[in-house]
């Protein structure tokens, strides 16, 4: 075990890779560190579906031989990172959330998982998600919700669907992990547990060997504890794949390039005066403060009034949800003797009302709808908003009928890239979230002004009181 004085539970994907780089630590350390949070842990937070310890131990002790012997791949090489539980790894179980598949095996490997594994870095096993994706809030009748660690006297919403990727990182039990996002689901388990979270674009990263939801929304995407380790897990697994064919048409850019050029004279958008009602008073805060900070660093912000609502951007991609999920899983939750989740059943039911000329209506009105936004935001490089309304509820408050996703669909509607950062706490102790989306294709964009604000701030540095 590790004889440093360095501590890696809280430590940063890149403040890691220094460490193995310099010899301060090792992926050893690092791994055993991980599983030993597990260990003490996820009884009571419950993020991961299975543990890959026997594995893990021996990738790390591989890794550390390959890195001594000068046969180091690059900078997350040894670093331990959780996967979503519907990213397929040939050979082992991959659930999807569902209890109906509690033994399905992966024909595949999922290309975001292999781009990984090239890096160097360790699978360390598979975390909870909202069945088959689908729901906002983190919950999860049959195989289990996540607790949120903000909070281990009241069991609060984790943010769905990537729940168990946000407990993991949040507790200290992996120091990051891929989730998926058709409406918000890397950005709502970002935001409730006080982490950066990137939204990547349509077509960016390869949903192959993903189980889908929403062909059409689908994306991939890192949930970190910094802006820098985010760019550097999206770096991995973004680009071309022939596995998946919509992806070659688009290239793969440094993300690096221009990250550390600072905000001086960009120009943000935010939201109305109309569109913060319904925000609670500590986000708004929060998200002012959070503007007040760019401001300062030399960046002009301007409200803007949307095209449309963002309650009416959340109706259109709810709909293509709806017809494309129940494509996709309708089959299950048409069978009643099948143990699927009440709260979910009745979802992916409704796409089976949705008739063929209203799923390409909510095509077209999505393509309609783009074209309006990029008319009022040619001027911008970016729109800021809260990712959420409010932090973490309590789980006894949770309407299943509702989402948590109403700032957070619309970047999936109108195929942007976008990237959630902590902006503050709560009174009650609880983080609160900055969501800062771009065009399409400009993942850069969004970690640069990230990157820019973290360095201005210590959110990002909090974490929950554990020990």
């Known amino acids: 075990m590790n004889q440093s004085n360095l501590d890696p539970t809280f430590m940063t994907v ?41 594995e893990a131990r021996l990738a790390a002790k591989a890794a550390d031989q390959a ?28 659930t999807g959330g569902s209890k109906a598949w509690t033994d399905r095996v992966s024909p595949t490997t999922a290309t975001v998982a292999q781009r990984l594994i090239n890096a160097g870095m360790i699978v360390i096993g598979k975390t909870h998600s909202v069945e088959f994706a689908m729901g906002g809030w983190g919950t999860n009748t049959h195989m289990g919700t996540p607790w949120n660690p903000w909070d281990l006297e009241t069991a609060r919403t984790p943010g769905g669907s990537s729940s168990g990727s946000g407990v993991a990182v949040a507790s200290g039990m992996a120091p990051a992990a891929i989730g998926t ?13 006080g982490l950066a979270g990137l939204k990547t674009t349509v077509e960016r990263v390869s949903l192959h060997g993903v189980l889908p939801l929403s062909e059409t929304l689908d994306t991939p995407g890192p949930m970190t504890r910094s802006v820098e380790d985010a760019a550097m897990i999206y770096d991995a697994i973004q680009g071309p794949d022939p596995l998946w064919p919509a992806t070659l048409a688009h290239h793969a850019p440094n993300p690096f390039e221009h990250m550390r050029k600072g905000v001086n004279g960009l120009r943000l958008a935010t939201i109305s005066a109309t569109e913060r009602r319904g925000v609670d ?23 803007i009034e949307m095209p449309r609502s963002f309650v009416d951007f959340a109706g259109i991609a709810g709909r293509i949800i709806g017809a494309e999920g129940y494509r996709n899983v309708g089959h299950l939750a048409d069978d ?33 709808v783009k074209a309006e936004f990029a008319e009022v935001f040619m001027d911008f490089d970016a729109l800021l908003l809260p990712s959420t309304e409010t932090p973490a509820i309590p ?40 969501q800062i989306a771009c065009r399409g294709y400009d ?10 604000y973290e360095q201005a701030t210590n959110w990002h540095n909090k974490h929950p009181a554990m020990d």
Request: with cysteine; net charge negative.
């Open 67 to 94: 890195i001594r012997s000068g046969h180091r791949l690059g900078p997350l090489h040894g670093i331990p990172i959780a996967l979503k539980d519907i990213i397929d790894m040939e050979g082992r179980v991959t």
């Open 395 to 434: 789980l006894d408050q949770v309407d299943e009928g509702g989402t948590p996703a109403r700032f957070t669909r619309a970047g999936n509607c109108l195929d942007l890239c976008a990237l959630s950062v902590p902006n503050g706490v709560s009174p009650d102790g609880l983080p609160t979230s900055l």
């Open 281 to 303: 008073a500590p986000t708004l805060a929060a998200f002012d403060a959070a503007q007040d900070v760019l401001r300062d660093l030399g960046a002009t912000t301007t409200e």
């Open 336 to 368: 009643p003797d099948l143990p699927l989740d009440p709260n979910v059943r009745p979802r992916i039911a409704l796409g089976r009302d949705i008739r063929a000329h209203e799923y390409l209506d909510a095509l077209t009105e999505k393509e309609a």
């Open 14 to 54: 890149h403040a890691l890779s220094a460490a193995i780089a310099d010899g301060s630590l090792t992926s050893v350390d690092i791994v055993e560190c991980c599983l030993r949070r597990i260990a003490d842990y996820d009884g009571k937070l419950h993020a991961f579906v299975e543990v890959y310890g026997d």
């Open 181 to 193: 996002d058709t409406g918000g689901s890397v950005r709502l388990p970002a935001s409730y547990c």
């Open 443 to 452: 993942e850069a964009m969004a970690l640069r002004i990230g990157w820019a």
